[in-house]
């Protein structure tokens, strides 16, 4: 991966596949993904790691499942959140978004576990750019 | 720090201080912070750690000197970058930016060696929101 900035709606345009996330830098042993997403995920957790989202584009809902039972945050563009690890959660974008998440290189886009996977989900740790 | 969603307009809107990191919400053992600047940073290297960057408002220019000698970046709003550990680098913005950045929590604003610090630039891990 070369060192050069990169714009996130180029990154952005350079693709349209939904819920397929692609790496664009890596910090540590981390990366940072971009993601273009409509309608629903699936219900999944990471049992090891929190996960964090950015809306770049669009309003993202994401529904929990904790100790208090199911909610869910809803986060405009211009906004983050962090799901904490253990937590079920199933994001979704009725109306589309584009999304920037940090997250453990090699962490799954279904986590550890998820119900059935639906086609229009993609099971990866995220592609190249 | 309760677990909502943060509106980074929102976030930027509660300081005015520059060059002087806020923890907007934590992913693991890292923070995710937000900081208002303008002017010229110092020159710094972080020995263990890559820096990430995301341009929120404004540009942001980042020198940096490694074995191929001194270049500089320029990130326009809406790119990122990551500096790679061990390298030098000075952040400014001439005409003034709101940035994100991603790091291991505890990590310095001045890195691990860094020349002499001029009032304007605070020396923090980042500050509550």
Chains 1, 2 share one sequence.
């Not at 819920?19 to 830098?25: C, L, N």
């Not at 990471?46 to 950015?54: G, I, P, Q, S, V």
């Not at 499942?65 to 959660?89: I, N």
């Amino acid at each position: 991966m070369s060192n050069e900035p990169v714009a996130l709606d180029h990154a952005l345009s350079t693709f349209d596949a939904l819920w397929s996330p692609r790496v664009i830098t890596q910090v540590n042993d981390y990366d940072v993904r971009v993601a273009k997403v409509e309608g629903e995920h699936v219900w999944h957790v990471h049992e090891h790691t929190d996960e964090f989202f950015l809306v770049l584009r669009g309003e993202l809902d994401i529904a929990l499942r904790d100790a208090d039972g199911e909610r869910h945050v809803t986060l405009p563009r211009g906004s983050v959140f962090t799901v904490p690890r253990g937590t079920e959660h199933k994001p979704s974008a009725p109306d589309g978004a584009a999304i920037l998440m940090f997250e453990p290189t090699g962490t799954l886009s279904v986590g550890d576990r998820h119900e059935d996977v639906p086609s229009h989900v993609d099971v990866t740790p995220g592609h190249a750019l």
